[in-house]
């Protein structure tokens, strides 16, 4: 099975550090890049090829716009949004679609991560 490449985006250090605990021996598992600038995301997405960005999410739950276009200019790219209290996730890909998971282990998380992506069909 191919590694999942994943980019932590704004991540909270406590956060950040609890995620690379929870994901550094699994071997399908490997965070390629940081990103604390949103502007420099789409460059970490071209160099590194992830397949997921892993992002904090607002109080509000709401996907802001900068999730929106990162997902239209890069249509193949899976985001999860995890609240920075760490009480909830949210995905979100290009179909749009997302769903909301609460009160969610590491191994549920784990297991996100390593499923395989949804099927992008362009639309004409």
């Known amino acids: ?46 160099r590194t090829g992830a397949q997921w960005v892993i992002v904090s999410l607002p109080s509000d739950r709401e996907t802001s716009q900068a999730v929106e276009a990162l997902l239209a200019a890069y249509p193949a790219i899976r985001v999860l949004n995890v609240a920075t209290d760490g009480g909830h996730i949210t995905l979100r890909w290009v179909e749009p679609r997302a769903e909301t998971i609460d009160d969610f282990s590491m191994g549920e998380l784990v297991a996100l991560l390593t499923s395989p992506p949804p099927i992008h069909v362009p639309t004409r």
């Open 1 to 46: 099975m191919e590694s999942q490449r994943i980019i932590l985006a704004n991540v909270p250090r406590f956060l950040d550090e609890a995620l690379k605990r929870a994901l550094a021996n699994i071997s399908s598992l490997q965070i390629v890049g940081e990103v604390v600038d949103w502007a420099m995301l789409p460059s970490a997405i071209q």
